[in-house]
């Protein structure tokens, strides 16, 4: 009697890694011990009960795996070339990028991160062991993409470019003629351009980009609600990708780990979308009146220099040359004596002279406080 066996060779496992940016986030280290939250990416979080919204008569049964499809028709509806078929709805942008890395890539795999950027666009790919080139977008260059290093950068086994836009940390967008160059890129080399648009509807001074999957097959858009509409708890987002064959294997991959949403959060998610109009309203306004203390600080402090953002609620300045800081001390004292924080440059794999400072979560009152804290602290810290 023949005996098959169905052992395999082992793949390499993945090598899980916790991120800075998770281990010393508000949520690690206690929202209660935080009186200036400048850590923030998005706005403020709000409660249930402000979007008046019952959820009596809804059934609490497994949802649509590709989501639900209102919630998939309103996604789509921003534009007239995308279909619900070219949305797939996730538990969060964090799942939909994880979904895309682990579907298109392999230890055998290349791919292009282009960096600062979001910790899991770094983590996930390394814990997966694919081979990885890194485009380090520079301050003194005003964080601008060099479309060059992308495309000297590409290798035959190359399978993805990875950006984000606007991007993530310094609130810079990238202007339409290199993303259009980067589209043309992954289509000549038979790649995708995966676009991380999570701050996409943070556009508080500019118009709605359009989601950069329109142009192309070749391109991937993730996009969430979290960061614009104050909703993080709920876990939405979502992948839009006109790749029809490759929609399948991201769903694939999604029914794997999730079968489907939360029926819940997917309701929510939808009467968010349905109202949101008002909602960035309001918060726009917020966030310009903000934005304007925060162009005030910068403007006056001889400490620190930014490249001002276009969009998003997030900058990334750095100390100025000429003064000397003791890192470590200076974000401990920021914590400890000040009740403030802001998000550290190595939680993006850079130096810790830089840091993330969100200007969308605190109210203006504590965004003007937690500013004053910053220059007090450095004040304290600093050696000329």
């Known amino acids: 009697m023949a005996i098959f066996s169905l052992y395999r060779s082992?793949?390499?496992?993945?090598?899980?890694?916790?991120?800075?940016?998770?281990?010393?986030?508000?949520?690690?280290?206690?929202?209660?011990?935080?009186?200036?939250?400048?850590?923030?990416?998005?706005?403020?979080?709000?409660?249930?009960?402000?979007?008046?919204?019952?959820?009596n008569d809804l059934v609490l049964s497994y949802g649509h795996h590709r989501g639900h499809p209102d919630l998939l028709d309103c996604i789509a509806s921003e534009s007239t070339v995308l279909t619900p078929a070219d949305v797939l709805v996730c538990s969060g942008a964090a799942s939909a990028l994880f979904v895309v890395a682990t579907t298109l890539l392999s230890e055998h795999d290349h791919l292009i991160v282009v960096r600062p950027n979001y910790a899991t666009n770094l983590e996930?790919?390394?814990?997966?062991?694919?081979?990885?080139?890194?485009?380090?977008?520079?301050?003194?260059?005003?964080?601008?993409?060099?479309?060059?290093?992308?495309?000297?950068a590409i290798?035959?086994?190359?399978?993805?470019?990875?950006?984000?836009?606007?991007?993530?940390?310094?609130?810079?967008?990238?202007?339409?003629?290199?993303?259009?160059?980067l589209v043309a890129l992954a289509e000549a080399y038979n790649c995708y351009l995966l676009v991380d648009e999570t701050y996409r509807y943070l556009n508080f001074q500019t118009p709605l980009l359009p989601y950069l999957a329109q142009k192309s097959k070749h391109v991937i858009s993730v996009s969430s609600l979290s960061k614009a509409f104050g909703v993080p708890g709920i876990r939405i987002g979502w992948i839009?990708?006109?790749?029809?064959?490759?929609?399948?294997?991201?769903?694939?991959?999604?029914?794997?780990?999730?079968?489907?949403?939360?029926?819940?959060?997917?309701?929510?998610?939808?009467?968010?979308?349905?109202?949101?109009?008002?909602?960035?309203?309001?918060?726009?306004?917020?966030?310009?009146?903000?934005?304007?203390?925060?162009?005030?600080?910068?403007?006056?402090?001889?400490?620190?220099?930014?490249?001002?953002?276009?969009?998003?609620?997030?900058?990334?300045?750095?100390?100025?040359?000429?003064?000397?800081?003791?890192t470590d001390n200076f974000y401990q004292s920021l914590y400890s004596a000040y009740q403030t924080i802001v998000g550290p440059g190595h939680w993006f794999e850079?130096?810790?002279?830089?840091?993330?400072?969100?200007?969308?979560?605190?109210?203006?009152?504590?965004?003007?406080?937690?500013?004053?804290?910053?220059?007090?602290?450095?004040e304290e810290h600093i050696k000329p």
């Open 240 to 326: 839009i990708c006109r790749d029809a064959s490759l929609m399948h294997r991201f769903l694939a991959a999604k029914e794997q780990i999730m079968i489907t949403n939360s029926v819940v959060d997917e309701q929510i998610a939808l009467h968010v979308l349905q109202h949101q109009a008002s909602q960035l309203a309001e918060a726009h306004q917020h966030i310009r009146t903000n934005f304007a203390l925060t162009q005030q600080f910068f403007a006056q402090t001889p400490y620190l220099e930014w490249v001002e953002p276009t969009a998003g609620v997030v900058c990334f300045p750095r100390l100025k040359a000429g003064y000397s800081l003791n």
């Open 350 to 378: 850079q130096d810790k002279i830089y840091m993330r400072v969100g200007f969308g979560y605190p109210t203006t009152d504590e965004l003007r406080t937690g500013l004053q804290n910053i220059e007090r602290c450095l």
């Open 124 to 152: 996930t790919p390394r814990a997966i062991n694919c081979e990885m080139s890194l485009i380090d977008l520079t301050f003194d260059e005003q964080f601008a993409l060099n479309i060059e290093q992308v495309r000297q």
């Open 10 to 55: 082992p793949a390499p496992f993945m090598r899980y890694t916790r991120m800075p940016i998770e281990i010393e986030s508000p949520e690690e280290i206690g929202y209660s011990t935080i009186r200036y939250n400048l850590a923030e990416s998005s706005i403020r979080d709000i409660p249930l009960g402000e979007l008046n919204l019952n959820l």
């Open 155 to 181: 290798q035959p086994t190359t399978r993805l470019i990875s950006i984000t836009n606007p991007h993530n940390p310094t609130g810079t967008v990238i202007p339409e003629t290199v993303l259009n160059e």
